[in-house]
C-alpha cells in the first residue's frame, strides 16, 4: 500500500501558490470577506506559515493585485497583424473575459479596494492603464502620438474601465454586444476628433483604409448612416 505524501514546496514556490489561491478567492468575493484562516485552507497549509510568507493579508492582497494587474494588462498585447478594428475587438473580448472571470477582484484592482490611497496600489493601477495606452499605439503603429490622440487612445482606455465596472453590476448587456460598442466607442472618439484636426483626420483614413467592408468599423459606419433622415 502507498500513501500520500505532501510534497515541500520551495519558498518562492509556496509565495507564488498563496498568490495564485488569494486571487482566486479575491476575485470571487471582497476581500473583505476572505481571512487568512480560509486562505491557509485552500493552499492546504497552516495559518502561522501563512504568515510566515506575508506579513499580514494587506500585503498578500497586494501581490495578489500585482498578479492580477499583470494578467490584465497583458490582454491588450496583440500581434500587429490584419485591421485594427478586428485587432480591437480581440483586444476587448480578451479584457472583458478578465472583468467576467474575476469580478470583484477587477474591481478591487480599479477602485482600490481596502488599500484605498494605498501608493503601491495606485501605482498597479497606473500600470494597467499605461500598458493599454502603449498598446493601442501600438496597433496604430505611431510611437510619438500627437495630443489629440493621447486624449482620444487615455479617454478610451478610461472608457472601457469605466464601462466594465459599470456592466459588472447587473451584466445588463450581452458580452458580445459590449465588445463592439467599445470598439466602436474608440472609433467615434477618433472620428470626432478627426472632425477638428487634420492630423488626426489623416490617422482616421489610414485607419478605415485598412478596413474591410465586414469589420466592426464599417459597420458603425453603416449604422450611422441608416440613422441619417
Do not use: C
Not at 66 to 71: Q, T
Not at 88 to 111: I, K, Q, W
Not at 148 to 166: G, P
Request: hydrophobic share 45%; no cysteine; charged share 25%.
Amino acid at each position: 500500500m502507498t500513501t500520500g505524501v505532501r510534497r515541500r514546496m520551495g519558498v518562492e514556490e509556496r509565495r507564488q501558490q498563496l498568490i495564485a489561491v488569494a486571487l482566486d478567492l479575491f476575485s470571487h468575493r471582497s476581500p473583505d470577506e476572505v481571512s487568512i484562516d480560509e486562505i491557509a485552507a485552500a493552499a492546504g497549509i497552516s495559518r502561522p506559515l501563512v504568515y510566515h510568507y506575508f506579513p499580514g493579508k494587506m500585503s498578500l492582497y497586494e501581490a495578489a493585485l500585482r498578479r492580477a494587474a499583470e494578467d490584465l494588462a497583458g490582454r491588450f498585447v496583440e500581434p500587429r497583424e490584419g485591421p485594427l478594428g478586428a485587432r480591437l475587438l480581440r483586444v476587448t473580448g480578451r479584457y472583458l473575459d478578465f472583468v467576467d472571470e474575476h469580478g470583484p477582484g477587477f474591481s478591487a484592482l480599479m477602485r482600490g479596494g481596502p488599500a484605498v490611497g494605498s501608493s503601491a496600489t495606485n501605482a498597479l493601477i497606473d500600470s494597467v492603464r499605461q500598458a493599454a495606452y502603449e498598446q493601442i499605439l501600438t496597433h496604430l503603429g505611431i510611437a510619438r502620438p500627437p495630443a489629440r490622440l493621447e486624449l482620444v487612445v487615455r479617454s478610451w482606455v478610461s472608457l472601457a474601465e469605466s464601462t466594465a465596472l459599470i456592466w459588472l453590476e447587473g451584466r445588463r448587456i450581452p458580452r458580445r454586444e459590449l465588445e463592439v460598442q467599445l470598439v466602436h466607442d474608440f472609433a467615434a472618439l477618433l472620428a470626432v476628433s478627426a472632425a477638428y484636426d487634420e492630423e488626426m483626420a489623416d490617422i482616421l483614413r489610414g485607419v478605415l483604409a485598412t478596413e474591410p467592408v465586414d469589420g466592426p468599423f464599417s459597420e458603425l459606419v453603416a449604422r450611422l448612416i441608416a440613422l441619417a433622415p
